[in-house]
């Protein structure tokens, strides 16, 4: 049944490394997001065409609500990667372009 309704296929919560935690994006995560994107920004634009849609916080907040949802739905399957001992995101990454009839994705990391 999850084969033709991905929203049944459980995921897990979160992945514990020994520095890391990758988890779904969640709304509370919009500031530290935009500080993530701001602080890296240089960096980030001759790679990620994305980063000139963050030039305030209220585009990161936008980014963690859709996201949220999103997950849920397995529409998109984006994580943030936290630092372990801070809490603090140092990147994100994700599955996206999905095809659950085949299983295949893209996947994408900054």
Not at 4 to 15: A, M, R, Y
């Amino acid at each position: 049944m999850a084969d033709t309704h991905p929203i049944l296929i459980d995921l897990p919560d979160q992945l514990v490394g020994e520095r890391v935690i990758v988890r779904p994006w969640a709304e509370s995560d919009g500031m530290a997001l935009w500080d993530a994107v701001d602080r890296s920004r240089d960096h980030l634009e001759p790679w990620m065409p994305w980063v000139d849609r963050y030039r305030n916080p209220d585009n990161a907040v936008e980014y963690t609500r859709r996201k949220g949802a999103q997950w849920l739905l397995r529409e998109d399957l984006a994580v943030a990667i936290v630092e372990k001992a801070t809490g603090r995101i140092v990147g994100g990454s994700g599955f996206h372009r999905m095809n659950w009839a085949i299983r295949t994705f893209e996947i994408g990391y900054w």
